[in-house]
């Protein structure tokens, strides 16, 4: 497992200004390690296979997903569990299944720490 050591700053704070109305924080990572973040969202109408593909490819194959359905209405149907086919998953896109056919949208987050 890979380790992170990393800060947020504000970059507003950094500049000399005396505005009326002060400015929401403008958030940038400064940090030690390469960090790649992908995030996005797969719709299943009674299917129980999806596919996400990035908008940007990783590198390689070592980034970590993270994969969470989430219900479309208020029936329940969320009620699956979710894991990554590795073989049809590569640096392009994530496959991802389900334990049933269900209604809703899957929530997937991959990450990459690391040169």
Request: aromatic share 12%; hydrophobic share 35%.
């Amino acid at each position: 497992m890979g380790s992170l050591r990393a800060r947020l700053i504000d970059r507003n704070r950094y500049a000399k200004r005396y505005p009326f109305v002060k400015s929401p924080a403008r958030l940038v990572y400064q940090g030690d390690e390469y960090m790649a973040l992908e995030i996005g969202s797969i719709y299943f109408d009674g299917t129980d296979t999806g596919t996400l593909v990035f908008e940007a490819p990783f590198t390689d194959t070592s980034y970590q997903i993270l994969a969470q359905p989430r219900d479309k209405g208020g029936n329940g149907s969320a009620n699956v569990i979710t894991y990554i086919d590795d073989t049809n998953t590569d640096r392009t896109q994530a496959v991802i299944k389900t334990s049933a056919p269900f209604t809703g949208y899957v929530d997937i987050l991959a990450v990459r720490l690391g040169a």
